[in-house]
Every structure is written in structure tokens, then in C-alpha cells.
């Protein structure tokens, strides 16, 4: 069998400092991903951009950030209907951006909701697909941030902003295809591709991003229109990895050019909310938005649409549970706020890991994942002799702490965790309360704990608890051998549904895309 996962993916963990990787795949997947992102599990996403002007979605079937495509691609007819009752004829998606002015952006405002959010990492969209960049690129004349609308470096703001809170790491969203740049256009229309539009646009931008600002992850997207071989991608991730600013400390994700999401690059997301549900034999992230219904902001977004505590509390648990992280998405409006809706939730929910951090941040999965809705994390007392790069953490009696993540108050008070074997030494105490927890063995097997003595108005939360476990049963269980016996995962701890061919796109409609290269309107 092949070695469990590129699972304990490397055959010697070595830090990126004493390894040269080549320009290959072979050599850039043996490349770890940092411990900060793994022990980190919680970052924001920020979708910023034009976009955020006319901020409109229609039906909660499309999202406002791909606001032109749905204009001039699909000519879906709501949105030219929109256009026409309310802008002059001949406006053009250009005309949008002197109204990105962004007057109230506060950057030391921003910083101070994600660090008081429990963030500790956020991921700007730099450059989305409109091409946009919110720093003055030498390779986007005019269109971004400086030259038009705001007139301020917003990304160089925000990371100066980020940096002096502390604890929080800046990242950059970057779309490597643009919608209406006539190079990316003309390229595509050859066969096979020129490379004129990365070789002159997207490659010497993420280049002269990280010389200028030494973000600590890149978040790469838009590359479902050409392979890794056109967007030069592992050209530019030996670079990065061997002599960029951030070679010791950057995080990168998966979309790297067609075929690569969930097989190359670094952590996985690939796909939007990806969620497989079980562990998985490589590190992952999930990016979920808080507006259910968009990534960019919509004026049209009501008070329903936004995701309730229970429900960021039990994506993030079951997320962490499996080995993943939670990037949960916000849109700011085109005058620089984060609307006090978004603000309202990101705070309450810093409140919340404030108490119950301990379950989250620097904890691994267990040897289970989850109970029905009751999800598990653990960490060690002592780290000698295990593998920093390990997926689970083993369960021994002595070493392993377990946190049960709880999302409904069991009735009569009784809560059953069929999972847990206990000792007689076996503790249980709940995150934020001093109150002692009775725990006994289950007389169908696993524990019971009494919860239900437990005075509800000392309750430190009222949305989800975090229980902790000591002086378990040692056991010896594989989890991922489990799941490859079950035929979830390959050989490699890779979900055997990831072996599929994934449609990058997530729609296979070439209009969706953006690639109906009869009916472009350049801007």
C-alpha cells in the first residue's frame, strides 16, 4: 500500500528552509504547509472590488460578485433590465469604478473586527476576475485602486492595518484569468493558447504582490481557463518556495491551472464550501460566506440571509473535527464599510472562541470524528515523538485531551457520546464553567455525561458548548484506514470522490464561465 496519505506526506519532515523544490509537481507537493495555517483554523474572506458598486443579485440564484458576467456574458434578462431603468445608455462595467470611492474605509476599524472576531487570518481579493486591483499594479494601468475610484492603496492599507494589531495574517485572493483583458482573450482564441496575457499581466503581478506586501497565503483562483503550464504556475511556486520574501512562511491553496484542485498546489478548498464530512488524508479549508446567498456585497441582503451563530458554530466544528479550515466570507460595501449585520456576527462569534478557543485553535482531529451532530477535536499534553505534520492526534489515556463540540442541549440532560471510552480517572469540564461534570460508562456502550445539573443562566454560551475530555481509554484506531477500507479514500487518504474529473467551474455552461469568446464586450 501506498505510504498512508501523502497523508504523513513527507518521508522526512523538513522546513522549507533546507529543501530547493523544482519546478514540478512531484517536488512542490512535498512542500508542508505551514504549522500557522493548520493551527489556525479560522481565517476571513473578503470580496472587494467593483463589483461592490452596483452589489445586486437576483433570486439568490447567482452572486453579486460576478455581477458582469451575468450582464454581458449571460445577458440575463433581470440584470440588463436593471441597467437599462436605471443607468444611461452605452454604460459600461468601467463606468463603475470611479463610484468604487471607498470613503469610509477604516483599515485600523477592519483590523480591529477580525482580531476581536478570533481570526488568524484574513485573504483579500487583491485582483478578481473583472481584473481589478485594489494596489496600485505597474500592470493594471487605470484600473485599480489608485488610478481610479478610491484613489488610496487599500491592500497596502489593510496589511499595515492587519500587521499592527498583531496575530493576524495578511493574504491575497488572486484570479488569474480576467473577464475583458483583450490579451487573456486573443490567447485563448489560438490554438493551441498563446501565453502573451500571464507572460505580461498575471504572472509579474502576483510576482510584484509578494515583493510589495510579503502576504503569508495566496488563494489562487480563475485558472479553470487554462492548464498549470499556461498560467506558469509551478514555475512561479518554485519561485516562491525557493526565493520569494515569504519562502518560509507562506500558505498556498489548490487552483493552479485545470486539473490541479484537490491534487496540487498546497492546502485543498477545491471547491467553493467544500465540506467532504470526514477526514480527510491532507490538509483542507473550507471558504463559507456569511451572506448565504453571495461572496460580494448585496444591497438586497436582509437580516434571514445572514447565517445565525448555531449555524457558523457547527460549520466551523465540523470542519475543524475533519481536519479542516473555516475561511468565513464577508463582502464590504463599495464606500468601505463592513455592515454592522456582518460586524454584529464576526463579533459574537470572537466572543464565543474567546471561551472556547481552547477546542479549536491548535488542536487535530481525533481518532473519531463526530457523534450524529457531536463533533470532536483533540490535542496532546505533549507533542515528544509525534510528527508535526500528522492528521489525527492517537488516543492514549495519559497524553490526549479530547473537546466535544455540542450543538443541542440534550434532553433530560443526559448526554450520550457513543465514541468515548472512559477510565475511572476520566474528567469532563465544560469550556468557560467551573461546574464539575459527572461522566460514567454507557450501558449501551460509550459514555454518559450529566449535563443537565448545570445551572442554564451560568451557561457560558447559549448557542453551542465545548466539553473537555482528559484520561480517556487509550485506543488504537486509524481513522483514515478506517475510511479507505470503506472505499471514502484512496490509497493516499485522497476521497475517492475527488478522483473524478472535478468541473472546475462548478457549472458547465461556458456562459457561466465567462469564455463566450463571440459575445465579449470589452469594457
Known amino acids: 500500500m501506498i505510504a498512508l496519505f501523502t497523508v504523513f506526506a513527507l518521508l522526512a519532515f523538513s522546513s522549507a528552509t ?16 505551514p504549522d500557522w495555517f493548520d493551527n489556525g483554523k479560522f481565517g476571513i474572506f473578503i470580496h472587494w472590488g467593483i463589483f461592490s458598486v452596483p452589489s445586486i443579485d437576483f433570486d439568490h ?28 445608455p452605452g454604460f459600461s462595467y468601467a463606468d463603475f469604478g470611479p463610484q468604487f470611492t471607498c470613503e469610509l474605509f477604516e483599515p485600523d476599524q477592519w483590523a480591529d473586527i477580525f482580531k476581536h472576531a478570533g481570526a488568524k487570518y484574513i485573504v483579500l481579493t487583491a485582483k478578481h476576475h473583472e481584473g481589478f486591483t485594489l494596489w496600485p499594479s505597474n500592470y493594471s494601468w487605470n484600473w485599480n485602486a489608485v488610478d481610479v475610484g478610491a484613489h488610496r492603496d487599500l491592500a497596502g492599507e489593510l496589511k499595515a492595518a492587519v500587521d499592527k494589531v498583531g496575530g493576524v495574517r495578511f493574504g491575497m485572493y488572486f484570479s488569474q484569468f480576467e473577464w475583458f483583458n483583450p490579451l487573456h482573450i486573443e490567447d485563448l482564441k489560438r490554438k493551441p493558447p498563446t501565453r502573451n496575457y500571464p507572460n505580461m499581466v498575471s504572472y509579474p503581478q502576483m510576482i510584484e504582490f509578494v515583493n510589495n506586501y510579503k502576504p503569508e497565503l495566496i488563494w489562487s483562483d480563475g485558472d479553470w481557463a487554462g492548464d498549470a503550464d499556461y498560467w506558469r504556475s509551478t514555475e512561479f511556486l518554485q519561485w516562491l518556495f525557493n526565493e520569494s520574501p515569504v519562502k518560509d512562511s507562506i500558505a498556498v491553496n489548490d487552483r493552479w491551472g485545470s486539473g490541479t484542485w484537490g491534487r496540487h498546489g498546497g492546502y485543498w478548498n477545491v471547491m467553493d464550501h467544500y465540506d467532504p464530512g470526514h477526514l480527510v488524508g491532507h490538509k483542507w479549508e473550507n471558504c463559507f460566506n456569511l451572506d448565504r446567498y453571495s461572496w460580494g456585497y448585496r444591497r438586497t441582503m436582509t437580516s434571514s440571509d445572514v447565517r445565525t451563530m448555531l449555524e457558523l458554530i457547527n460549520e466551523l466544528a465540523r470542519t475543524i473535527a475533519c481536519g479542516g479550515n473555516l475561511l468565513l466570507n464577508i463582502g464590504p460595501t463599495a464606500d468601505g464599510r463592513i455592515v454592522a449585520a456582518f460586524e454584529l456576527r464576526l463579533r459574537q462569534l470572537g466572543r464565543w472562541l474567546q471561551t472556547n478557543g ?15 451532530n457531536i463533533w470532536y477535536t483533540s490535542r496532546l499534553r505533549s507533542d515528544v515523538g509525534h510528527r508535526p505534520d500528522r492528521v489525527f492526534n492517537s488516543q492514549t489515556e495519559k497524553n490526549t485531551i479530547v473537546y466535544v463540540f455540542v450543538m443541542q442541549w440534550p434532553h433530560y440532560g443526559h448526554l450520550i457520546l457513543p ?14 464553567h467551573n461546574h464539575h461534570i459527572n461522566v460514567e460508562p454507557y450501558e449501551g456502550g460509550g459514555a454518559k455525561l450529566d449535563i443537565g445539573a448545570m445551572d442554564w443562566h451560568s451557561l457560558p454560551s ?28 484512496d490509497e493516499n487518504g485522497r476521497p475517492v470522490a475527488l478522483n473524478v474529473e472535478i468541473n472546475d467551474n462548478n457549472d458547465d455552461s461556458e456562459e457561466v464561465a465567462g469564455f463566450r469568446k463571440d459575445r465579449y464586450d470589452i469594457i
Do not use: C
Not at 465514541?419 to 468557560?432: D, E, I, N, W, Y
Not at 488504537?476 to 479507505?484: A, F, S, T
Open 18 to 33: 533546507s529543501v530547493r523544490y523544482e519546478a514540478d509537481w512531484k517536488s512542490l507537493d512535498t512542500r508542508p504547509t
Open 61 to 88: 440564484n447567482n452572486h453579486s460578485e460576478w455581477f458582469w458576467s451575468f450582464w454581458k456574458i449571460n445577458q440575463s434578462p433581470k440584470y440588463v433590465d436593471f441597467m437599462n431603468k436605471n443607468y444611461k
Open 358 to 372: 481552547e477546542g479549536v485553535y491548535g488542536t487535530k482531529p481525533w481518532i473519531y470524528q463526530n457523534d450524529s
Open 419 to 432: 465514541s468515548v471510552k472512559v477510565t475511572q480517572r476520566t474528567k469532563a469540564q465544560m469550556l468557560g
Open 462 to 489: 447559549f448557542d453551542a458548548w465545548v466539553i473537555k475530555l482528559e484520561y480517556l481509554q487509550t485506543e488504537h484506531r486509524n481513522p483514515l484506514k478506517e475510511l479507505i477500507k470503506q472505499g471514502v479514500l
